[in-house]
């Protein structure tokens, strides 16, 4: 059974930084392409980052790229965010979440593309 389970999550002053975590089971993260989403309240939920283990690429959400990093632990079975110069406007529910299928060509930001999802971690940036 697949279960992803966010953690990291917490309340930061602009600038600063956090590294979220999603722990995985049921599956092993070198084997799906994985991606972080958020929803901050009254909005759609944004793609932030996409992972592909078989080609070792990543893509970024253009509000983040540049500060924000993805990277993955197959012995810990875990992906993480590290978020850096945060800001106000990252405020959001960020959500993990496992790929319907991955090849070497997957790279998407589409919300469509994930089929299985954690529970969240919230991130709160103050000004």
């Known amino acids: 059974q697949v279960k992803l389970v966010e953690s990291g999550g917490g309340s930061v002053q602009a600038g600063g930084s956090l590294r979220l975590s999603c722990l995985a089971s049921?599956?092993?993260?070198?084997?799906?392409?994985m991606a972080w989403f958020r929803q901050a309240p009254g909005k759609e939920r944004e793609a932030v980052a996409v992972?592909?283990?078989?080609?070792?690429?990543?893509d970024y959400g253009d509000s983040v790229k540049g500060r924000f990093s993805v990277s993955q632990d197959n012995a810990e079975n875990t992906v993480y965010l590290e978020m850096s110069d945060l800001k106000p406007e990252d405020t959001a529910m960020y959500y993990c979440?496992?790929?319907?299928?991955?090849?070497?060509?997957?790279?998407?930001?589409?919300?469509?593309?994930?089929?299985?999802w954690g529970q969240g971690t919230q991130v709160t940036v103050s000004s």
């Open positions: 979440g496992r790929a319907r299928y991955c090849s070497a060509s997957s790279l998407s930001l589409f919300e469509y593309s994930y089929n299985y």
């Open positions: 049921g599956y092993t993260v070198s084997s799906a392409c």
């Open positions: 992972i592909n283990p078989i080609s070792s690429r990543t």
